[in-house]
């Protein structure tokens, strides 16, 4: 067992995933590690993220799991005909920074509300926020996580060896160097198809991230 890891599986939440996908991946050499989650909330964050293709091999993995995890997109692409219903569709949720809570305030009472409900909601990020290498992972995740007390699953999208990884979940201390020691040793060793483009697992500096997602 991973020690650094707080939610050893296996786990007690299942969501009845695809065996057709599961072969799907196969038949590219793709295989998808999972054994079910510790609760019906938390965070997840990609990494790394370097490709388009990243999209591709992620939707047939979320379809071989059956997680109906949630993504935030710039409200503006949810305006759009036809791309909008679709994103909604896909489980996308209009990012608007003008709230009056702000995004990290308004998902942490959604997950509290979901958590109360009994429903699911898992919400999806790639912290580094785009392809091209950054100094620096964006805080949202962080924040929401957090804040929500939920726990945040580290999915390892590895190109070196075929796999998407959906085993390790931690409980954030609040200590935020602390924090993300740990989670770079999760990832050490993972690579994605343009291994360059990977970000260093640490937070932007504050004047850069601050309120964002």
Known sequence: MNPTVDYPGPHTVWFGGSAFARWLLACF???VRFDGFPRLQGVAIIYPHTSNWDFVVLLMAK????????FWGKDAL??????GPWLRWMGG???????PHGVVGDMAALMAEHRLAGRTLWLALTPEGTRRRMPGWRSGFYQVALRADVPLLLVQLDYSRKQVKVTDFI???GDEAADYARIASIYEGVRGFHPERASPVQPLSRNRSSGTA
């Open 78 to 83: 949810f305006r759009v005909p036809v791309l």
């Open 29 to 31: 050499g793709w295989k």
């Open 93 to 99: 949720i209009p990012l608007d920074r003008k709230t």
């Open 63 to 70: 379809w071989a799991i059956g997680l109906p995890a949630r």
């Open 171 to 173: 409980h954030l201390s």
